[in-house]
């Protein structure tokens, strides 16, 4: 079974700059995340989709950060404009949604801002 | 609202030495809690899960117990291991799919 795919890896932009980063969900899996986690800190989520609805994005930081999910499968997640306080690893995850049940983690993305 | 809290660490241990990470909740309901490992350079693996009250998760030779009485879900292991390193993450899942990190405990396992 494949698993939660990310990209970029790794990406460095200046402050200022925008960017997207894009995730693809576990086949099936109807809840997507996005957490960001800053070095040394846990995960902390920004936006928990069900299907291609928005369940929860109280901590989406709405003036600069945007997200969406494309006919309830992919998700891109984009910053604009970018702070340096925005440098972090940048983790999709999904989950079947039918429970309490664990998620799946993608590599994540790491974003720096100089 | 919903939160977990974890030791902070660093924990530095010697190869065989008995591990205990503790975690505590506050949770309305009924969550499942989990606990999830982060290796060097890799991305955030499920550990072990538990359910319901009582319910013991294990896998590696990790185990824990889901406590309702103490909200607690400590991470235990009898006989740790270099490989072992890593940094562990205690979570929540609640009934709204949500899944509430601690702030992760960093294990370093010495030979």
């Known amino acids: 079974e494949a698993g939660v795919a990310q990209s970029p890896r790794y990406k460095i932009i200046e402050k200022r700059q925008s960017v997207a980063f894009w995730c693809n969900p576990i086949s099936g899996h109807a809840t997507l995340y996005w957490y960001q986690q800053i070095l040394g800190q846990g995960p902390k989520l920004l936006i928990q989709?069900?299907?291609?609805?928005?369940?929860?994005d109280s901590q989406l930081p709405k003036d600069r950060f945007s997200a969406e999910r494309l006919k309830g499968v992919d998700s891109t997640l984009k910053i604009q404009p970018a702070k340096l306080e925005d440098s972090a690893v940048y983790l999709c995850?999904?989950?079947?949604?039918?429970?309490?049940?664990?998620?799946?983690f993608g590599q994540g993305t790491r974003l720096t801002v100089v | 609202g919903n939160s977990v809290t974890q030791m902070e660490g660093p924990v530095t241990l010697s190869e065989e030495a008995f591990l205990t990470i503790n975690c505590t909740y506050t949770a309305t309901g009924y969550p499942s809690l989990f606990w999830y490992v982060q290796y060097p350079g890799e991305g955030l693996q499920l550990l072990l899960k538990a359910t319901k009250a009582d319910d013991k998760g294990s896998n590696k030779g990790f185990e824990a117990t889901y406590r309702k009485e103490t909200t607690s879900f400590h991470l235990e292991k009898g006989s740790v291991q270099v490989s072992d390193s890593a940094v562990y993450f205690c979570a929540l899942g609640d009934s709204s799919y949500k899944l509430i990190f601690g702030s992760g405990t960093r294990l370093l396992v010495r030979p």
């Open positions: 989709f069900q299907n291609n609805g928005v369940v929860d």
């Open positions: 995850a999904s989950s079947l949604g039918v429970g309490r049940e664990e998620a799946f």
